[in-house]
């Protein structure tokens, strides 16, 4: 199975913020990368996909990129409504998913 | 408008099988590249994906959990079916199903239902 690792696991940070968040696969996925944000009690909502493309309707402060094994997740101007939890999920062999990164306000 | 609803029982004893329905609307599974699939989160926990169908009725499913799962689908109905044996405290989770789409050639979850929380307690 194909192992993803996000990093970090929490990550604080204030309005306005540049954030990265990193995800590892455990072997080449190719571009086969997915990003979801997800608040609490509420579903996921994918952001990009394609490692680094923009879903309709996502802000253009989101942005991706990364191929094979090593990709991260961009927010360039932390706003309110950003602090979440993200997950990469590879979709090169069935579906798996990162632990996770908790984004909070310092 | 893309909708999808998961329904099932709420709370299953240890050991019984849970049966998970995923009904939808705005999307046909009859339609080349559409598939349906089913994710996981215990309380506090990560997203677990289990299972996924295709419009040409190709599967596939968890490595750890392939033994006790099985996923179908009936067109007509617009529903999706996911069962899950021999089910144990450990499986307490919220489930979704997702509609899954090709985009730009890869697997893509665009659109989830709100979840259902199921229980496994004696």
């Known amino acids: 199975d194909i192992q993803m690792t996000q990093s970090p696991s929490s990550l604080s940070a204030s309005v306005g913020d540049r954030v990265t968040i990193t995800c590892r696969a455990s072997?080449?996925?190719?571009?086969?990368l997915n990003w979801y944000q997800q608040k609490p009690g509420k579903a996921p909502k994918l952001l990009i996909y394609a490692a680094s493309s923009l879903q309709s309707g996502v802000p253009s402060r989101f942005s991706g990129s990364g191929s094979g094994t090593d990709f991260t997740l961009t927010i360039s101007s932390l706003q309110p409504e950003d602090f979440a939890t993200y997950y990469c999920q590879q979709s090169y062999s069935t579906g798996t998913f990162g632990q996770g990164t908790r984004l909070e306000i310092k | 408008q893309v909708t999808l609803r998961e329904s099932g029982p709420a709370l299953v004893k240890p050991t019984q099988t849970l049966t998970l329905t995923c009904t939808f609307s705005?999307?046909?599974?009859?339609?080349?590249?559409?598939?349906v699939s089913w994710i996981r989160q215990p309380p506090g926990k990560a997203l677990e994906w289990l299972a996924r169908?295709?419009?040409?009725?190709?599967?596939y499913y968890s490595t750890s959990l392939k033994t006790r799962l099985t996923i179908s689908k009936d067109t007509s109905k617009n529903q999706v079916v996911l069962t899950m044996t021999n089910m144990d405290p450990v499986d307490t989770a919220t489930y979704y199903c997702a509609r899954t789409r090709a985009v730009a050639g890869i697997p893509t979850l665009d659109y989830w239902g709100q979840g259902t929380l199921v229980t496994v307690s004696s």
């Open positions: 705005g999307f046909s599974l009859s339609t080349s590249g559409m598939c």
């Open positions: 169908i295709d419009w040409d009725d190709d599967k």
């Open positions: 072997q080449s996925i190719s571009s086969y």
